[in-house]
């Protein structure tokens, strides 16, 4: 009997929030008066609301209570992207671009026709690419990031994200317990989860993840890997110092973690401290591609990792996708050796900082973290003020953000909007921060 009430309340709890009954925003009782009133246990009232969130119908806030969440929720607020109306301002999804590119492009491909290689790319290449291609990226990542490797230990992928996959699917087992910060890029986040690994979420602290955490995290399980972005961190854009890095190199080593380093936005920060693949590379992947530093449909990415993973990490690329394509990967090569992508490099620095001047004017009075080169700035809402709410509302007015949910790994998700900057006009993305601002603005009441 008391399972069939259970059942049935949550049903009707259900049906009174797709009706809008109960609308988004609305505080439901707690746990024990929502067992008074019903004649429920106390814990199985708990179950009622852990089911009603799994459906994501409602929200679960410490401190706080259970919420009904905005069921009209646009995908512009998960994780995947989906398709948006050709007049939607795009805030969400960063996909960079330059004036003058698809020139670019067109003049590649005009060069790779009349070159003599064309055979070649029409077979399968080695799974972690030929190695003039391999050394190419080798010279990359010295004269761009710091980073002495030799080309054997360098492996082409088809984009940083398949860089994460196949360190992921290479080094690690399902159950295995991964350090990561509390707001993370969403992708690898999605990977672990899909891959069953335990995601332990690291406070953050000031300019990078509160270490000290992480120490006590180490000592109390047995913490398999730490994923990191010390440089240009995604979402909140910190930099990390160069004894910060340090220290989470020998907390590495003295635990015996894998360490998988997130480079991807890493060209945007002018002069960092090392990688930290310079200060513990017997432990470290280093995981960066070309998406973002020269074009999202390029495809190209590239993982440095210790000798000893190298074979692992070849497997995984072939259980995936065999090999880069020839044709991408003979462009980005090419792009490299004549000065393309750091020029290209340096004209996005230039251009995510003209967009942070414009996203510090029109933002300004609003709490907001954001690095002054980075593509995305992290906006904290005011008390009270929903960002489910906030996010349904911007997208009626044609604007696309995300929420805080995406990035989150730990059961607290705080009520803010990561706001892309990188993918719509500097007019229109004037237009679009103001359009943020006078929402909020208006949900805060």
């Not at 291609?133 to 994200?161: K, M, N, T, W, Y």
């Not at 961190?233 to 997130?262: C, F, Y």
Request: proline letters at 6%; glycine letters at 8%.
């Amino acid at each position: 009997m008391a399972e069939a009430r259970y059942k049935q309340l949550v049903d009707e709890l259900a049906v009174q929030i797709r009706a809008g009954q109960l609308k988004p925003g609305t505080r439901l009782p707690t746990h024990r008066r929502l067992a008074e009133r019903h004649g429920l246990a106390l814990v199985t009232a708990s179950r009622v609301y852990a089911e009603l969130e799994a459906m994501g119908l409602v929200s679960g806030e410490v401190g706080r209570g259970t919420f009904v969440r905005e069921t009209a929720m646009p995908g512009g607020t998960e994780a995947d992207q989906r398709a948006l109306p050709a007049d939607m301002l795009d805030l969400n999804f960063n996909y960079p671009a330059l004036p003058g590119q698809a020139e670019l492009l067109r003049g590649a491909l005009r060069q790779l026709a009349t070159g003599g290689e064309l055979e070649a790319m029409l077979r399968y290449a080695p799974h972690g690419g030929r190695m003039h291609e391999r050394a190419c990226f080798a010279r990359h990542l010295i004269e761009s990031r710091g980073l002495a490797v030799e080309p054997s230990r360098v492996l082409l992928v088809d984009g940083a994200q398949h860089g994460l996959a196949v360190t992921v699917m290479a080094l690690l087992q399902p159950g295995d317990v991964v350090a990561i910060d509390a707001l993370t890029y969403p992708g690898f986040k999605v990977l672990a989860e899909a891959l069953r690994l335990e995601m332990a979420p690291i406070p953050a602290s000031g300019q990078g993840p509160d270490l000290d955490a992480l120490e006590r995290l180490c000592a109390r399980r047995r913490v398999r890997a730490v994923y990191a972005m010390p440089t240009m961190h995604n979402p909140l854009g910190w930099v990390m110092s160069a004894s910060r890095r340090r220290r989470l190199a020998a907390i590495a080593r003295r635990h015996g973690l894998l360490v998988i380093e997130d480079a991807a936005y890493a060209f945007l920060a002018e002069d960092p401290p090392p990688p930290l693949a310079t200060l513990a590379p017997e432990t470290t992947v280093y995981v960066s591609g070309l998406s973002k530093s020269v074009a999202t449909g390029l495809r190209v990415g590239f993982v440095a990792a210790p000798e000893a993973c190298v074979p692992k990490l070849e497997r995984a690329i072939r259980a995936t996708t065999w090999c880069t394509p020839g044709v991408t990967t003979a462009i980005a090569c090419a792009w490299l050796e004549d000065g393309t992508v750091e020029r290209l490099e340096s004209q996005k620095r230039q251009d995510a900082m003209a967009r942070q001047l414009i996203a510090g004017e029109e933002l300004a009075g609003l709490k907001c973290v954001r690095h002054p080169s980075s593509y995305f700035a992290w906006l904290p809402l005011p008390e009270e003020t929903r960002a489910d709410r906030v996010a349904t509302a911007l997208m009626r007015e044609g604007v696309s953000v995300s929420t805080a949910e995406p990035f989150a790994t730990s059961k607290h998700v705080p009520h803010a909007l990561r706001l892309a900057l990188g993918s719509v006009g500097l007019d229109g993305l004037r237009g679009a921060l103001r359009t943020v601002r006078r929402v909020v603005g208006e949900q805060a009441f």
